[in-house]
């Protein structure tokens, strides 16, 4: 079955460093998506991405994060001058289609940011 | 505004049924979701039911919306230790996005 796979599993960086999460969608996926899991707490949503540009994006999404769809298959997230605060489980997810008929979102396994 | 609530916690003995419950907010909700998460793991999509419905039945899972309460429960019968996890329920905005606004999630502890 196809599935979302996201790189590294596990990342490690040192505060203020900036930081890129990889992920590859479904293959015929059009709807992209992060989310994140700080320890202990809700999985919130990040960002929603379609044809090549940001179509919703959450409180928590602010200057300091930025999504790029470099090529046909992946979907990074960067964070910039990253702080204490971004240390959580990142989520990439991606659906078939939203809208009217939507399909439901397939997640990667995420990966594990620690900031130091 | 949005939110999604569920109870932390299920304890249940091998080969009994759980039911994990959850209540939603959002009437423009328009489908809602069962994710299961293992420790270590990502989100594993579960099951998910459209919100003009009111059951729906996948193997051992059972989902029962009741839309009018805002309340939707997942029913495992047969429970196995295999099925101890943490499960998040999740609902899907119809906004510009249909992004997912997530429950705190239910970790089920399946004793043998």
């Known amino acids: 079955e196809p599935e979302v796979t996201q790189t590294p599993s596990h990342q490690v960086t040192q505060m203020g460093q900036e930081v890129i999460l990889r992920c590859v969608p479904i293959?015929?996926?059009?709807?992209f998506y992060w989310y994140r899991q700080i320890l202990g707490q809700k999985v919130e949503f990040l960002v929603s991405?379609?044809?090549?540009?940001?179509?919703?994006k959450s409180e928590i999404f602010d200057d300091q994060f930025s999504v790029e769809r470099p090529d046909g298959s992946n979907f990074t997230l960067k964070i910039r001058s990253t702080k204490l605060e971004d240390s959580a489980m990142y989520f990439c997810?991606?659906?078939?289609?939203?809208?009217?008929?939507?399909?439901?979102?397939?997640f990667g396994d995420g990966t594990r940011l620690s900031i130091l | 505004g949005e939110d999604v609530e569920q109870s932390l916690f299920l304890s249940v003995r091998e080969g009994d049924s759980s039911v994990i419950n959850c209540t939603y907010t959002?009437?423009?909700?328009?489908?809602l979701y069962w994710y299961k998460q293992e420790p270590g793991a990502g989100l594993q999509l579960l099951t998910y039911?459209?919100?003009?419905?009111d059951m729906k039945q996948d193997q051992r899972l059972t989902v029962l919306l009741n839309k009018k309460d805002k309340h939707l429960s997942l029913r495992i019968a047969d429970t196995q230790t295999g099925d101890s996890a943490i499960y998040f329920c999740?609902?899907?905005?119809?906004?510009?996005?249909?992004?997912?606004?997530f429950g705190s999630g239910t970790r089920l502890l399946v004793r043998p």
């Open positions: 997810a991606s659906s078939e289609r939203g809208g009217v008929g939507t399909q439901p979102q397939h």
């Open positions: 293959s015929n996926h059009l709807y």
């Open positions: 991405f379609y044809n090549n540009e940001i179509s919703e």
């Open positions: 959002d009437s423009s909700s328009t489908y």
């Open positions: 039911i459209f919100s003009n419905m």
């Open positions: 999740a609902e899907s905005i119809a906004d510009s996005s249909y992004k997912l606004i």
